[in-house]
């Protein structure tokens, strides 16, 4: 069975810090991709970052450059998404989904029908 489970939300203050995490199993982990993405109350999905397992290779949404670090620890098939300096504006439902292959260059943060899987989501609330 194909899982995808993201973990590690909350409310946090302005400024403050969350590490996310989105365990994997049920599928060739190395062989995929692992994208972030984000919905806000009323709002469209959004890429965040994404993050290809066979290379390491990164990228991320210009909106949290420099704010946000993704990251994998392999053997445990878990891929975290590290946020700093969060702003009210990054308050959303955090989602992480897989896709096989590398992330695509163009368009892994919009064309969420690429990802084969998707997890069920975890809250991230940013209090001002």
């Known amino acids: 069975e194909v899982q995808l489970v993201e973990s590690g939300g909350g409310l946090v203050q302005a400024g403050g810090s969350l590490r996310l995490s989105c365990a994997a199993s049920g599928f060739p982990f190395d062989d995929y991709a692992i994208g972030w993405f984000r919905q806000a109350p009323g709002k469209e999905r959004e890429g965040v970052s994404c993050f290809s397992s066979g290379d390491g290779s990164t990228d991320y949404a210009d909106s949290v450059k420099g704010r946000f670090t993704i990251s994998s620890d392999n053997a445990k098939n878990t891929v975290y998404l590290h946020m700093n300096s969060l702003q009210p504006e990054d308050t959303a439902v955090y989602y992480c989904?897989?896709?096989?292959?590398?992330?695509?260059?163009?368009?892994?943060?919009?064309?969420?029908?690429?990802?084969?899987?998707w997890g069920q989501g975890t809250q991230v609330t940013v209090s001002s």
């Open positions: 989904a897989a896709e096989w292959g590398p992330c695509r260059d163009s368009t892994w943060y919009s064309d969420l029908d690429e990802y084969d899987y």
